[in-house]
């Protein structure tokens, strides 16, 4: 159960887009559409922003959108905006029957 | 309104027990699978145990598999995180999530002599 690759920071300047890697295996992003992306703001629960790799719960911006290809996930913030500065974490279910975590990426508005 | 709240935190020593709640309201409780995930000071979200809606089917972290148990009671809408034999590196917030979806605000475990 390692832990997947995220970059450990990201910027970008107000109005840009960023996007944020998820690199796992075939054994985790490989093996199901079951990628999920959380945003958490310093002493907050996270926030679910994507869920099943490209889907957005009702309520989160059109900003924030989610791809994968192969073993690698991605999510890509449009229209970088000064409230997006946080922590993000990517998710996956596993073929162990458990879920795993990314390392997290902290992305700055520069 | 999903309202999630744990519970049960506090301070231990090494080798001690302690148990979580959570607190469940605005769904149907007994309909979802639910979660655990811890996060230690200043670290990243680490994903502890599952538990289906009726509590046949449970999955744990190897970190914590034969020390915690997870379980539930549907008839009082509550989940429960009994933790054993706990070490320094178990202190974290403790998250309860339904089906990693929606969580609460966290409850602080602290393992220390």
């Known amino acids: 159960q390692s832990a997947l690759t995220q970059p450990a920071s990201v910027s970008g300047s107000p109005g840009q887009s960023i996007t944020i890697s998820c690199t796992g295996t075939?054994?985790?992003?490989?093996?199901?559409?079951?990628v999920s992306w959380y945003q958490q703001h310093p002493g907050k629960a996270p926030k679910l922003m994507i869920y099943?790799?490209?889907y957005r719960p009702s309520g989160v911006s059109n900003r924030f959108s989610g791809s994968k290809s192969g073993n690698t996930a991605s999510l890509t913030i449009s229209g970088l905006r000064a409230e997006d500065e946080a922590d993000y974490y990517c998710?996956?279910?596993?073929?162990?029957?458990?879920?795993?975590f990314g390392t997290g990426t902290t992305v700055t508005v520069l | 309104e999903v309202q999630l709240v744990e519970s049960g935190g506090g301070l231990v020593q090494p080798g001690g027990s302690l148990r979580l709640s959570c607190a469940a309201s605005?769904?149907?409780?007994?309909?979802?699978?639910m979660h655990w995930v811890r996060q230690a000071p200043g670290e990243g979200l680490v994903w502890v145990s599952r538990?289906?809606?009726?509590?046949?089917?449970?999955n744990y972290a190897d970190s914590v598999k034969g020390r915690f148990t997870i379980s539930r009671d549907n008839a009082k809408n509550t989940l429960f995180l009994q933790m054993n034999s706990l070490r320094v590196e178990d202190t974290a917030v403790y998250y309860c999530?339904?089906?990693?979806?929606?969580w609460g605000p966290g409850t602080l475990v602290t393992v220390s002599s």
């Open positions: 075939s054994g985790d992003v490989g093996a199901y559409d079951y």
């Open positions: 999530t339904r089906h990693l979806h929606d």
């Open positions: 099943d790799v490209s």
């Open positions: 998710k996956s279910h596993t073929t162990s029957n458990a879920d795993v």
């Open positions: 538990i289906n809606n009726d509590g046949s089917i449970t």
């Open positions: 605005g769904f149907t409780f007994s309909d979802h699978w």
